[in-house]
């Protein structure tokens, strides 16, 4: 079976600290790529999404990220956090195979302190 | 103005009760979807249905039955509630199947705890 791994379970960075968080998926077809944001309490948000085109993607609230197909990774980065930013944050991939699917990470937990 | 709704926002019931959520998408999207959200936040796709026609159906005890009335509709009901069934359910959204359509749009979530 297809998976989404996100190897950082909990980080904890203090403000303006760099940020990168790491996805990688096991499906070696063509996929559609998003990250999406769960702040305390809410619904999820999408952050950004890649379809084609550029492998370095921005979103919302100055993330970005950047599609390595070689290495099957879609890792989000944001220069400089703030506490704001403390949310769960979800990898999810759209295989070709089945692209009424969106295959879950099992989420990071960011955590930033002022 | 909400995009995804549901409700309850809040469920606790007991052991064999049965319930329903519901939720409702005011977008004019074609495709609907119903995701659980276990205790460690991992989430995993139900149902899907596009054009109240069922597309994805993991596995999932028959217990759960989605229905979708309409296609901005999709509720979800569930018989002889488990313990295992205490999680946050969420509903989604999207323009149409698949590919680029599939940005999905997220409700606000029910947390089902059954005692």
């Known amino acids: 079976a297809q998976s989404v791994s996100q190897h950082n379970h909990h980080v904890i960075l203090s403000e303006a600290a760099s940020l990168e968080l790491g996805c990688n998926y096991s499906y070696g077809g063509t996929v559609n790529l998003f990250w999406y944001v769960q702040y305390p309490g809410q619904h999820l948000q999408l952050l950004l999404k890649y379809f084609s085109g550029d492998p370095l993607v921005k979103g919302i609230k100055g993330f970005e990220a950047e599609f390595i197909k070689s290495k099957f990774s879609f890792n989000l980065r944001k220069p400089s956090v703030q506490w704001s930013d403390t949310a769960e944050y979800f990898c999810a991939v759209n295989p070709s195979y089945n692209t009424d699917k969106l295959i879950f990470g099992t989420g990071t937990r960011l955590q930033v302190f002022p | 103005d909400t995009a995804v709704s549901q409700t309850p926002k809040y469920l606790v019931t007991q052991m064999g009760n049965d319930k329903s959520i519901k939720c409702e998408q005011n977008?004019?999207?074609?495709?609907m979807y119903w995701y659980k959200q276990d205790s460690k936040k991992f989430l995993k796709i139900m149902f899907s249905y596009n054009n109240k026609e069922l597309i994805i159906n993991e596995t999932v005890p028959n217990r759960f039955s989605p229905k979708s009335p309409d296609k901005a509709h999709l509720n979800l009901h569930i018989n002889s509630l488990e313990l295992g069934d205490s999680a946050v359910y969420f509903c989604?959204?999207?323009?149409?199947?698949?590919?680029?359509?599939?940005?999905?749009?997220f409700g606000p979530g029910t947390r089902l705890t059954v005692l």
């Open positions: 989604a959204s999207s323009q149409r199947r698949g590919g680029p359509y599939n940005e999905q749009f």
């Open positions: 977008l004019g999207h074609d495709t």
